[in-house]
């Protein structure tokens, strides 16, 4: 099994900073990306941002320049820093890994738990 445990989030006022971490651990061959969605009330969830394990990050458009994602791969870990966070960042933040339990196994997405975040104006 692999588990993806998050800790982090929170509640801070607008242009304040929350960190979110996720920690994959379990029968893991090796990964390939992690990151991190959210889904707030009535909404879908939504990639907010992701990385490989050689670096290479995307985000969506509303946090560039606000959140930065960043990985230990030794640690199978992937953290958030949020900063200048807004209302409109209020949701339930979900840790996301592509994993593969062993050398023959094909890669499979896993989900976390999900944390709250809320933002207050």
């Known amino acids: 099994q692999v588990q993806l445990v998050e800790s982090g989030g929170g509640r801070v006022q607008a242009g304040g900073s929350l960190g979110l971490s996720c920690a994959a651990s379990?029968?893991?061959?090796?990964?390939?990306?992690m990151g991190w969605y959210r889904q707030a009330p009535g909404k879908q969830r939504d990639i907010v941002a992701r990385?490989?394990?050689?670096?290479?990050?995307n985000y969506a458009d509303s946090v560039k320049g606000r959140f930065t994602i960043s990985i230990d791969n030794a640690k199978h870990t992937v953290y958030l820093q949020m900063n200048s966070l807004k209302p409109e960042d209020t949701a339930v933040y979900y840790c996301?890994?592509?994993?593969?339990?062993?050398?023959?196994?094909?890669?499979?997405?896993?989900w976390g738990q999900g944390t709250q975040v809320t933002v207050s104006s």
């Open positions: 996301n890994a592509d994993v593969r339990k062993t050398y023959l196994s094909i890669m499979r997405e896993y």
């Open positions: 990385i490989t394990t050689d670096g290479t990050t």
């Open positions: 379990g029968t893991i061959f090796s990964v390939n990306a």
